[in-house]
């Protein structure tokens, strides 16, 4: 113990990591509480490991005064009495680190506070203990911290294993079942404690047929997964098929108000909350993309969650209710229709109308996990639900793990995002509970819905297949538990945790690489907001047209005059209506929509003039060839460090590399030979358009 498989890469926790601490003479003090805990054994076990490895010792709690760093499990941190609630010190989670006369003491109310201050130490490394003296008091900024695999039981004939996965097969299930052994998830729980992360969804939110029984057959085997994670202080959580009733109980219905439908569900959620009694909840992904509803019944999503809710709520548990619905068999004929405007249109109307246990989970943009959109006006339009923001790890729509992409940087801004104007309440704050608007309940933070992403991580010997995608995994954690972190900072965090004492030039490169890899993605693909220019289906490589006259949506309308989709109030979809003063008016008025997101909110002639004085297409030509240039200028960075780089490291990032080389010079090309095309204009520059 700590349980960790030599043959899979340590990312962020490799032994080096943990010498800093390990060197030194730790003491872990938690009172017996009665009640066994695991996750203070985890602490204790942490360091036990952690010392005998690195030549330090463990002190006997009673000679606690003794050591050089003091973990421990206090009534109080020694915060002011009567903390607000809400307030960082009544956090459950919160830890308070001391540094005083030479010894390090971190105190904490409960053992997953501790275990955080602990990781925060691993954090510090060497900081830890030559700092300057002082006290220190840290809290997350929401207790629901989620990360969501889209892991399938049963290997799926087209989306293999794990939808929309680029890292090999799950983690947690093969040939059709759960592992047998899942060291991996033990070893991977540990990551996820040490990023922030608390809660894991276990399967995909298209809940196949073999999925389904997860609820019921296989609730044994889902309990062994929980078991993986609790020890770290994860809490497990399912995706659930709205048909569940019919599927598996025999039932004709599904109805959320017949009464055969609510006890079935009262009965499953009894089932699960026996045999795993910290279970976390359902994630439902309800009349989106085929998947069954209330729609079916004529019922609301509020009915539909509330049902659920009602099930849940005598054990403590939680519905993710996601709001990723829309009409996903339109005409590309019918102009009206904006997939876009489609999570507001459904919720907003009931909103106060879900219970308390209801978490509507949106994703961050209107459309779906794009390189470049607008942020969700969902996310502003709900001030009495709680919402959870949703992301996407899993680089989907961003490269496949194949190419070099750091997301941290596109994350914190939009969490930064302010809804009502610069300074107010951002994307966080909503995420946090703190909508401006609420009714005043949520102001502590307590109907925060907080955060969840989906997973990037798979069976392959890296986690995640690009090496550098680990970074990505590591910023989600980190940015869920505190939003205002500098991304960058997190970066070189993840430097000093993944490649401890290693040759400056690995630090260096990794920034080279990564630092502004997100717009230089942008740059090749998709400009100034458009979206989905990408194959149907596998969503990687280009195709502009792909999707233009496909039932998904339509995203660019390009012709031989222009370029965008009219998303204004005056003569579009009227998608700018929906967000809150003063965007509404940003985004409508072409003197004030930001370069970046132009072609999101407007379709303009190719030759309407960008504020950075450059024409529409004059822009497409210069980031598709700027694009390219920065590829290979990482390229070149990266060859001349690869050799500091551990070899086995350097060898899948150089194959990674060359792939990215081939896939951006297809993206480059095509694209600006399809505007080329579209318009006759010829690129200023005189460049090479095919
Ligand atoms: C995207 C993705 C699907 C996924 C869906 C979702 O559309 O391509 O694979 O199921 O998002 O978030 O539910």
């Known amino acids: 113990f700590p349980v960790v498989d030599p043959s899979v890469h340590a990312a962020w926790l490799p032994d080096a990591a943990l010498a800093p601490l390990g060197s030194r003479r730790v003491a872990v003090v938690v009172p017996d509480g009665g009640a066994p805990d695991v996750v203070a054994q985890t602490v204790r076990d942490e360091v036990a490991a952690a010392t005998a490895a690195h030549g330090g010792a463990v002190v006997d709690p009673q000679q606690a005064g003794t050591a050089d760093v003091v973990l421990a499990v206090r009534a109080s941190t020694g915060a002011p009495a009567g903390a607000p609630a809400g307030s960082a010190a009544a956090d459950p989670e919160a830890f308070t680190l001391t540094r005083a006369l030479g010894m390090v003491t971190v105190t904490a109310t409960t053992s997953h506070g501790l275990l955080h201050g602990l990781f925060h130490l691993v954090r510090l490394g060497e900081h830890a203990f030559t700092d300057p003296d002082g006290t220190w008091t840290h809290a997350p900024t929401t207790a629901l911290r989620m990360l969501d695999h889209w892991d399938n ?90 048909a569940s009733p019919v599927r598996l109980g025999g039932l004709t219905t599904s109805d959320p108000l017949d009464e055969d439908v609510r006890a079935w569900w009262r009965a499953a959620a009894d089932r699960v909350w026996a045999t795993i009694p910290d279970f976390g909840g359902f994630v439902v992904k309800a009349d989106s993309e085929g998947q069954p509803g209330p729609f079916a019944y004529g019922r609301s999503h509020a009915d539909g969650a509330n049902m659920l809710a009602a099930a849940v709520a005598p054990h403590g548990g939680l519905v993710h209710w996601r709001a990723f619905v829309y009409d996903h068999t339109q005409d590309w004929r019918d102009r009206k229709t904006d997939r876009a ?189 458009v979206c989905f220019m990408v194959k149907p289906h596998t969503h990687y490589g280009p195709d502009p047209d792909g999707y233009e006259y496909s039932p998904w949506g339509t995203y660019h309308f390009a012709d031989r005059d222009g370029v965008g989709v009219d998303r204004t109030r005056a003569t579009g979809t009227g998608f700018t209506g929906q967000y809150p003063a003063p965007w509404r008016d940003v985004y409508e008025s072409l003197e004030t929509v930001p370069d970046e997101l132009l072609l999101f909110f407007h379709h303009v002639p190719y030759g309407h003039v960008l504020r950075s004085g450059k024409t529409v297409i004059q822009h497409v030509y210069d980031t598709h060839f700027e694009g390219l240039e920065r590829v290979h200028a990482a390229v070149e960075a990266w060859q001349a460090a690869a050799d500091a780089f551990p070899p086995d490291v350097a060898e899948r990032v150089t194959e990674r590399f060359a792939e990215q080389v081939r896939s951006a010079t297809d993206w480059r090309d095509v694209v600006n030979t399809y505007f080329f095309r579209k318009s006759g204009i010829p690129d200023a520059a005189g460049r090479t358009i095919y």
Do not use: C
């Not at 947690?172 to 899942?182: E, H, I, K, P, S």
């Not at 029984?213 to 309990?223: G, I, P, S, Y």
């Open 153 to 242: 039981v049963a290997v799926h004939p087209v989306m293999g294993q794990v939808e929309r996965g680029y890292s090999g097969g799950s983690i947690f299930y093969d040939d059709g079942q759960v592992r047998a052994d899942l060291t991996r998830v033990a070893q991977y729980s540990r990551l996820l404690a040490a990023s922030g992360i608390n809660r894991v969804a276990i399967n995909n939110v298209n809940v196949g047929p073999r999925e389904s029984l997860l609820l019921t057959d296989d609730l044994d085997e889902v309990a062994r997964i929980a078991a993986a994670f609790r020890p770290y202080g994860i809490r497990t959580h399912l995706s659930v098929s709205w």
């Open 341 to 529: 405007r489609a999570a507001y249109d459904h919720f907003a109307p009931h909103d106060g109308e879900f219970a308390d246990n209801v978490i509507v989970q949106i994703k961050h943009g209107p459309l779906d996990f794009q390189v470049r959109e607008a942020v969700s006006p969902a996310i502003a339009a709900l001030p009495r639900t709680r919402l959870a923001a949703e992301f996407q790890v899993t680089t989907e729509y961003l490269g496949h793990q194949k190419h070099a992409v750091y997301l941290g940087r596109m994350w914190s801004e939009l969490l930064r995002f302010p809804y009502w104007g610069e300074g107010s309440a951002t994307m966080a704050d909503v995420a946090a509970g703190r909508h401006p608007e609420s009714d005043g309940t949520g102001g502590d933070g307590t109907r925060a819905g907080g955060f969840a992403a989906v997973s990037n991580v798979g069976d392959d010997v890296f986690w995640t297949g690009h090496p550098f995608a680990q970074a990505n995994l590591y910023a989600w954690g980190r940015l869920t538990w505190d939003p205002t972190l500098d991304p960058i900072g997190i970066l070189d965090e993840w430097v000093s945790l993944t490649f401890p004492g290693a040759d400056p030039r690995v630090r260096e490169t990794v920034h080279a690489v990564l630092d502004e890899s997100w717009e230089t993605y942008e740059r090749y693909t998709a400009p100034l907001g």
